[in-house]
């Protein structure tokens, strides 16, 4: 047997950095389930193994799920602890944060549940006093300290052992789900570091959140297990398949929302999405989701992060504010994306100057989670925020969910002083955060703007309601004594416009608001908001966030945005007028030193292989690295081939003379099977067929003769050079 | 100017059953928008004109939605008045039905809702008694009369005016939505008739559902609102983004769950579904949502047609029920396909039985998404039905929603035997029904079956526990005196089973259950059992009913399941050997005779055009219909053109003696970029390209010269072949 006929080591896998051949991928992917099948009828065992290939795809997704969603309940855990680390400490137990402290103690009242003797708080444990200026002071230095120290260490890790641990990594992902290869990216170093200093980032009390690096360590999961088995570790599309579904399973634990998630994943993230990864990815989402809770990290039962019941109807009047809170949304994403594109403070300056700021104000030193749950919260007679300091009338005796319109108290005009001021602080320093060398996400975050904001309109409109019974706007929806206008309601619809404005989601970012509230009610005004957002955003650029940032990086991704230029492929191929003739291989009269030269003098990924340099008629096609790999091997066990030995790609050797050297038969790497398009294909028929079947270059004939060739590099510098960018500016293959 | 330059009439447009050309759908569009784009910087009103275009996708999402929803309250009202006109009529107005005549009058008190003095049954009106077994018999006769001629009225109007309008239409819409063409199928008065028809039908009592003519419905309403616009009605495939959004807004009414419908819309029913048209169809699934409710038709202000709140978990022990359940309905999905493919016993017919049948049990005679609506219940203190007539505990004073288990009262006794013979009913008559022609859809049977099923099961575990609280399986969880099991929630499981096993839906199954229940608690057990019964289905056959139907009927419908065979384009391609050579155009040598006899010897519906005879080198493609029309017209308004004019496709005129007849030239109808691929290629590939690119043909090369075509007939022949099918069975174009 010619042991050509063996593949070569390493031939099919692709170099750091390059883009991935889908169609290859998936005819690889044919041979090796056509090869299982036929082997699975010959013994019990095969059969066996057959059904366990079959069933590895739910195996994994299984496994996705349990280990992100426990290490999303970790996550949970220990920045609950670390935040509270920052003031005090729990004297029964350490390892307690400040609710669970207050919790196992039996002392307190219903009342003052956060406020119990285990739990000290740094000062008080140091001085024993608890009240005064020194103390305020004394603890307000330790809780910046504290924030210096988590970040530094945070910063530390990564910079030392996982340089791809920073940043929130949905650009990345993306880039790699469209087929891109970044060695290393999904790692174990990474997940492990990611995990670890996502922890120390979100507790350092700056301003991000931990959803974009929880898609990134669930994707980290993911490629881990994927390693577990062969159909997936050696096939990049397959691989693809699973991380889609982990990124679904990511956004599932980082909201309790595994619709949510699995539409975020096809919406945002996932590039080749097909059915089968739907569902798949929906048992991840699911399995991810329940583990979360079975762990309880929130201690509520809940799958979700913040839970609201509203009691109240929202008015086709109250579509003027939320319209306008879209709007807000809209600018405020595209002042994030403008700031943000271009990097980096240092981090330990940027924690420091957080924390200064954030300790006095009540709003931005609890953490940002935690902020957005009570602004969410609708006012029940039970509670006891500042936010909730309304005057009730006492001559009324009204079930609990019933709640008259109300006079604000004194607490609710402080608290919009603070939340003004929150707000502000909340803007500058999430745009100077996000794209630091840490972990960070930005979807807390911006909610916490938009909710803020929300929260901040929605009083103003109560409250004008309640003084204003008379005016037109409100006569006819709000009556003395009526519970007309939720506050926590704008503050959802304002932190879904924010989110809106800087990651442009639609579908998914209403379905993970409703998965949050739990009711079909408020989606209209979700909606509305979420596309004005849209809209006004997309008027000052198309870019979401992670668009941004992929072309920031140079990644070579090819988005779904319709191509409208005239141009044709003959405008697009190279060679161009004026270039050197393309680097071609004869299919019989080329010698291994000829192509060894071939090799040396140009870069090029692969190159076509003609009949002959006269006729230029296409025969298939070789890769670069193919070839390398073949001649390499070739000359080391094969005897007889020489420099002068002639190269064929042809079934059947050359005819040569005997005196020759023995020829190199290379049919074996040949794809014979290359795409092709005419010269007067229009380059939105040849952008769609790059997008759709995942190419990674596409051969030019005119009647049959070979012109010239398009890669995703030249498809890509092209589209960037209509849009009036810079062509250079996308540096990978 | 040369007249060839402006388009032919209905050049680009396609004939009845045949398929689309997506590519140049597409490319036809961008055409378009570009036009548009440059002409708006010339005026302020080509501006407006340009923004119109922009709006109208929204306008025609919004019309959908508004009408959509408007004929889904139209017909659910209509629905409620006629079944109920079966069994008596309503003294105070006619056109009130039961419920609502009793809701007006004021003598009932809320114990005997159902019962007042205004609604009188036929027989009482008719005699004055109200007792006894001779107005129990003129009832059930004026019942079954009334039946048969609703279903008469129904069968009539379909066969005299439209006969597109009979069946559940979803297999044809998948089909339309692929990319081929039925015409009428969508039409205004498919719409109108279906809609009466769908009436007619569902009062009649047949076991039948409306959900699958409601997308039908809805998709005749999206066919009607692209009238309106160029843009979609002049292009097929702008047309189908309308389409796939107005299934989704079909969905959407049927069960009150918009986020269900976009998925069902993306999972089982579209084609392409580029992202753009995800937020378009969740626009008008929640507008047609919301128009529902608006109308309000059910009396509930809800948005879902069953809704239930359960106050108890479930348990992991119970998953062992609901996966029984699952199997059950993977054998129902089985048993009812392999019934169901072959149509059609007479309409009458089926109605008197089923009429006959239905009217003595009183959970066959109700409608059945009331009986399905009871079956999911939950039994509140409050509840008056039989399924609830436990013997409650007069001790115990609880809260209305907190039940202790409790043992069965004789009507529920009762209640299970005629459960039994119901579920026996139904699973026979259901088989029988589906399939004839009259507008009929099979979610609400399949779910009725499920539930039946269900709930039987869940009575008898929820006994068993009762009774038996000392085994080991129930003493974890469930201890005298707690409320451990839940009937109505396996009924629900039951129900999203049996769905499950006749459609295959996966996540839009588990979607439009949650969407029903409103919490994501009971997930779980929809998604095994909706798992187990796809897996038990698919195990005696791969095919949904939809896809059962579109083979049944030959449809061209090229599904997203893999290929995995190994053949090559070459083994695929016409001509075969022992076939006559392909039928050439060239680009000079032709005359306008030669194509006319070959347009009359053949009926391939294009032919490629070639350098010379000799070379076979590819220059373009040029459709059938195209060149009829181009020649036609010529004849008629170009001079000198007659039978020995040469026909060319190349730029310039080829060098002919003076003598001769003016050449005609047709480069304008010349596709100068038909897609190509080798001989080499794998199938799998060739399958690929054609699904994802939408194509109608594809040409074989090998080393630039033209050896053969693949249509997509040819790849569906292929297709059957493979799979031991008969490849006669594909019977269009």
């Known amino acids: 047997m010619d042991f050509l006929d063996e593949p070569f080591p390493d031939v099919g896998t692709y170099e750091d950095f390059h883009t991935i051949d889908w169609l290859r991928e998936k005819s690889r992917d044919t041979d090796r389930h056509r090869k299982i099948t036929s082997k699975s009828k010959e013994s019990i065992w095969e059969f066996i193994k057959s059904l366990l290939d079959a069933w590895s795809g739910w195996l994994v997704m299984l496994l996705i799920g ?292 954030a300790f006095p104000n009540p709003y931005t030193r609890r953490s940002t989670s935690e902020l957005i749950s009570e602004l969410f919260n609708d006012c029940g007679s039970l509670e006891s925020s500042q936010l909730c300091d309304y005057i009730n009338n006492p001559n009324m005796s009204r079930p609990v969910d019933d709640i008259p319109d109300r006079p604000a108290g004194p607490g609710v005009y402080s608290a919009l002083w603070q939340l003004t001021l ?93 998965e949050l509230t739990g009711g079909l009610e408020y989606i209209v005004p979700l909606m509305a908001a979420a596309v004005t957002s849209k809209w006004v955003a997309d008027a000052f650029g198309k870019e979401g966030i992670y668009e941004a940032h992929i072309q920031l990086n140079g990644y070579p991704y090819l988005d779904q945005d319709e191509f409208t230029h005239r141009t044709l492929a003959t405008d697009v191929m190279r060679p161009r007028r004026n270039e050197p003739p393309l680097a071609l291989l004869t299919q019989d009269s080329t010698t291994v030193e000829d192509v060894e030269t071939l090799i040396k003098d140009t870069d090029y990924n692969g190159f076509p292989v003609v009949v002959s340099h006269e006729s230029e008629r296409l025969i298939g096609f070789v890769q670069r690295r193919d070839l390398i790999l073949a001649i390499k091997s070739a000359r080391q066990k094969q005897d007889g081939v020489v420099s002068n030995s002639v190269v064929h790609f042809t079934e059947d050797a050359p005819q040569i003379p005997a005196s020759n050297p023995q020829p190199l038969k290379l049919r074996r790497i040949l794809n014979l099977s290359p795409f092709t398009v005419t010269d007067h294909t229009p380059m939105e028929t040849v952008v769609d067929i790059f997008r759709k079947l995942g190419l990674r270059q596409c051969l030019v004939t005119r009647s049959g003769r070979l012109l010239g060739i398009i890669t995703k590099k030249d498809v890509l510098r092209h589209m960037a050079q209509m849009m009036n960018q810079d062509p250079e500016s996308i540096m990978f293959n």
């Open 422 to 514: 929150a707000l502000v602080f909340k803007i500058v320093i999430t745009i100077f955060t996000f794209g630091m060398k840490i972990p960070s996400g930005l979807f807390i975050p911006s909610m916490a703007v938009g909710a803020i904001a929300g929260r901040i309109v929605g009083i103003a409109v109560e409250q004008m309601a309640y003084h204003h019974h008379d005016w037109i706007i409100f006569k006819n929806w709000c009556r003395p004594g009526a519970d007309c206008v939720t506050p926590g309601l704008y503050a959802m619809v304002g932190a879904a416009a924010c989110l809106g404005g800087v990651t442009r989601m639609t579908v998914s970012l209403v379905v993970i608001m409703f």
């Open 66 to 357: 349990l280990l992100s969603g426990t290490l999303a309940g970790v996550i949970d855990l220990a920045v609950d602890w670390m935040t509270d680390l920052k003031e005090g400490v729990c004297l029964s137990a350490l390892w307690y944060s400040h609710e669970q402290c207050c919790w196992t103690s039996n002392e307190t009242t219903f009342a003052d549940r956060d406020k119990c003797p285990q739990w000290q708080k740094w000062a008080e444990l140091m001085t024993g006093y608890t009240e005064g200026a020194g103390v305020y002071l004394l603890n307000y230095f330790l809780y910046v300290l504290w924030a210096l120290f988590f970040s530094f260490l945070a910063v530390s890790l990564v910079r030392v052992f996982a340089p791809y641990a920073c940043g929130s990594g949905i650009p990345e992902i993306k880039t790699i789900l469209s087929g891109f290869i970044i060695r290393g990216y999904l790692g174990k170093w990474t997940l492990l570091i990611k995990t670890v200093t996502l922890v120390l980032a979100v507790s350092s009390g700056l301003s991000l959140g931990k959803e974009g690096p929880l898609v990134h360590v669930a994707c980290c999961c993911g490629n881990l297990f994927c390693s577990l088995f062969s159909k997936y570790s050696k096939n990049e599309g397959k691989r693809r398949e699973v991380l889609s579904a982990a990124a679904a399973a990511g956004v599932s634990v980082a909201f309790g929302a595994p619709i949510g998630g699995v539409l975020f994943s096809l919406e945002e993230v996932s590039y080749y999405f097909p059915l089968k990864t739907l569902w798949r990815s929906f048992f991840a989402a699911l399995v991810a989701a329940f583990t979360l809770r079975s762990i309880n990290p929130f201690g509520n039962n809940r799958l979700v992060l913040f839970y609201v019941e509203y009691h109240t109807p929202w008015y086709m009047a109250e579509l003027v504010p939320f319209i306008l809170l879209g709007v807000f949304g809209g600018l405020w994403g595209t002042l994030f994306i403008r700031c943000n594109i271009y990097p980096v403070l240092e981090v330990i300056v940027v924690t420091g100057i957080t924390a200064v700021l």
